[in-house]
């Protein structure tokens, strides 16, 4: 079964690997063939001691999961019957749109969700006085859970796609124009992303489970408008306590992620422009990244290839990775607008999920 993916985080972007997801286009030297998107170990390591594989919601927890939208509790487990709070709610819908920043940080003082609030807010995701601070700890109602789910929604998908404001309202027999949030709830409904109940309400101050909230989300994933976070102005910033260690390099390197037959990935987050080639910095870094683990002839042919890929450009909203042999060694990249990374494997790889031969470029859009 395939299944919907986005690169949310870093353990997303680097250990895509193992097993298919999206179908995508692939470009070859001798032949065309057909690729896909696959997950990796993480996502299939993600296990919560009260959340069975036959549970409904399994597979929209786990994909949330993986993709750092979700999180369970310390003990293991994820509560998947506890009812979601406004700021749980908020938390997931903010991290799915990437509108926090991994610097932005959270006065200690103020609630825990306080800083997905702020980034809320600043998004248009609903103003103060449609939610306030205080009532972060509180059981969110589908109401308002609605406000927020229509905000994340692309601009183009407008409810009228989907039928007329009064059809759709003759739907629903708990929900009217006087109704707060109606339009929100007309259209999170018509989408999908909130559904009715089978006597034909819509039960907008009842609250949902945080089975039920995460799986809201996740219908609402392929709708979201994911370009909030490059126009968010910079808040909550606070100055470190204490100074960090100087970066001397753009690229990281890791040899003990991915698989077994992975020698290392390399991944370029600081200043990475997916709209642009890799810049001259970068290149010097990764090359001499490169070269503390290959010859210098090796290492520049990865160089090329990093290059060339990295120059793509990616449809909106899209992500993409490309597998190709590179001087014999099998190579996975992946680019999205939060990091470009390369995967490198040992020349004598082989599994069922790589289809792949040298000559070819197989590249797969999700």
């Known amino acids: 079964m395939k299944k919907r993916i986005t690169i949310l985080t870093l353990a997303a972007l680097l250990l895509f690997t193992a097993a298919p997801v999206y179908a995508g286009t692939s470009t070859t030297t001798t032949t065309t063939t057909s690729t896909e998107v696959v997950l990796g170990p993480l996502y299939y390591s993600i296990k919560y001691t009260d959340l069975p594989t036959e549970h409904w919601a399994e597979p929209a927890v786990r994909m949330m999961s993986y993709e750092g939208i979700l999180a369970g509790y310390p003990d293991g487990s994820f509560q ?81 796609n989907y039928g007329s404001y009064d059809t759709l309202m003759g739907k629903i027999n708990d929900v009217n124009s006087g109704t707060k949030n109606d339009t929100a709830i007309i259209k999170s409904y018509a989408t999908g992303a909130l559904s009715g109940y089978p006597d034909g309400s819509f039960r907008p101050e ?20 994911r370009s909030t976070y490059a126009k968010l102005p910079e808040i909550i910033k606070e100055e470190p306590t204490a100074p960090r260690e100087e970066k001397t390099s753009t690229v990281d390197v890791d040899s003990t992620l991915g698989y077994e037959n992975t020698i290392c990935i390399l991944t370029i987050r600081d200043n990475y422009d997916y709209t642009k080639p890799l810049t001259t910095t970068q290149q010097a870094d990764l090359l001499a990244a490169l070269k503390q683990k290959f010859p210098e002839a090796t290492a520049k042919a990865f160089l090329a290839a990093a290059v060339t890929f990295s120059g793509k450009k990616l449809p909106d909203g899209k992500s993409e990775t490309r597998k190709q042999y590179v001087q014999g060694y099998p190579v996975v990249m992946a680019h999205s607008s939060v990091a470009f990374a390369m995967d490198i494997r040992q020349t004598t790889y082989s599994s069922e999920y790589w289809d792949t031969k040298p000559g070819e470029i197989n590249d797969g859009y999700f």
């Open 80 to 160: 998947p019957n506890g009812t979601v709070t406004y700021g749980e709610f908020i938390r997931m819908a903010t991290t799915m749109t990437h509108a926090v920043g991994s610097d932005t940080t959270a006065d200690p003082d103020r609630h825990w969700a306080q800083k997905y609030y702020e980034c809320g807010l600043n998004c248009n995701y609903y103003t103060q006085y449609d939610i306030t601070e205080a009532q972060l700890s509180q059981p969110i109602p589908r109401g308002d859970m609605a406000l927020i789910l229509a905000a994340l929604m692309r601009s183009e998908i407008k409810t009228e």
């Open 206 to 225: 009842g609250t949902l489970t945080r089975a039920e909230a995460a799986s809201a989300i996740y219908r609402t994933e392929s709708l979201a408008d």
